[in-house]
């Protein structure tokens, strides 16, 4: 499926969620102080919000925006003066362990305002309803329990502090930034070539990448072509699909890419150049459709010995091949393409999981390395975001620019706490 179609599906179900959301929300305040039944309270949510859903949604999101403001304002200025504290004195543990502290009591903050703001929101548009019966209270009844003195919410509040105090010195003590696994993205680094082509595996091979990411797509002649899109007009200027041409058509087709011009290559001849310049290859067998009966069996009754002997890694986008050819060659690294990380880790016999950037998060990544897994992410392009990647815990980049990369490792060995705060607070998001 489409990329694009499978992003648009995913924003219509966040969007009906959201619409459900709002419509629904009065339920539980229903069956607390209105004591209804779940039937009834859910009806009467879905009838009380029919005309007030855009009122509803608009103080929602202006009490988010204000308190993603604050919340956003204040680290901003505890990371800043983590930055000046480190820069001019020689206590820059102490005052990030302080300042991690302080970032985490935002973070609550935050959260008891929101929960306290929309719980405000929700009562007063209850308040608004003539049918809502005001709940009486006999506060003569309301006793705490077990009496908190002075002295035992101080002591309370110390032991927090010493935890949290050592959870944070041990965490900005301990923190690691990984050194991934340098991918060039369809085999070529800041548009220094045509994707896809010999003569950009030649050029990007001199930037020792650890692996040249390409892809290949079986042709009408069932040969192996190396061609990234499904429809070869948008590259090549002519009409139809690489399944629907021979091999022998398509190596004589040209790509226009970059202001340069390539032709089309087999697998074949790529694959030999590749063992040739001693490259190692993250090879993606794309399909068109889900059913490829026979596909996997005839990509390893030709290939399998050569990527077995030159290290060479497999992946798809099509959950069977991945288990297919995990199922048939175990031999070969294999990895399954995440579009998006929206449901957590997929069940799959995949060796690692290659995930889009902007839905990755340390907590992914620490999931996959759970069941021993490893995390390529896709497509950090500049320095930063190579950075954040490498905290998050990714154990490869496949990026358009491998000297990013390469300047975020060297970069590495100069991080700084202010560094480790930040990318804490953005682990946390």
Known sequence: MNRRI?????????????????????????????QMTFKKALTSSWRFTHQKTGSLLGRLLLIGAALIGFTGLTFFLLIQLQALIETHTSV????????????????????????????????????????????????????????????????????????????????????????????????????????????????????????????VQLTKDHQFVVFHDFQLAPLTGHSGTPQSKTLAQLTKMTVHEHRQSAPIASFDDYLARANQLHQKLLIEIKTPTTDNPGLVQHFLNKYQAKIEAHGHMVQSLNWHIVEAVKKAAPKIQTGYILPFNFIGLPISNADFYAVEMTTVNSHFIQAAHQENKAVFVWTPNDQQA??????????????????????AKQQNNQRHYADKLAYYVIGIG
């Open 92 to 215: 820059g543990l102490p005052s990030a362990v302080v300042i991690m502290t302080l970032l985490q009591a935002a973070m609550l903050i935050n959260l008891v305002l929101s929960t306290v703001a929309v719980f405000f929101i929700v009562i007063d548009y209850l308040l608004a309803d003539p049918q809502f019966v005001q709940p009486t209270f006999n506060y003569a009844t309301l006793k705490l329990s077990v009496p908190l003195s002075g002295r035992w919410l101080l002591f309370v509040a110390n032991c927090v502090l010493i935890g949290v105090g050592t959870y944070n010195w041990d965490y900005l003590r301990s923190v690691t930034i990984q050194q991934p696994l340098s991918i060039s993205h369809r085999s070529v680094s800041q548009k220094d070539g045509v994707q896809n082509s010999i003569s950009a595996l030649r050029k990007t091979t001199r930037l020792k990448p650890d692996y040249v990411e390409m892809d």
């Open 6 to 34: 499978v992003a648009g599906l995913f924003i219509l179900v966040y969007l009906g969620l959201l619409y459900l959301g709002l419509r629904l929300i009065f339920t539980l305040p229903n069956i607390i102080l209105q």
């Open 386 to 407: 190579v950075q954040r990647m490498m905290y998050f815990g990714a154990d490869g980049v496949v990026t358009d620019n491998l000297t990013a990369v390469k300047q």
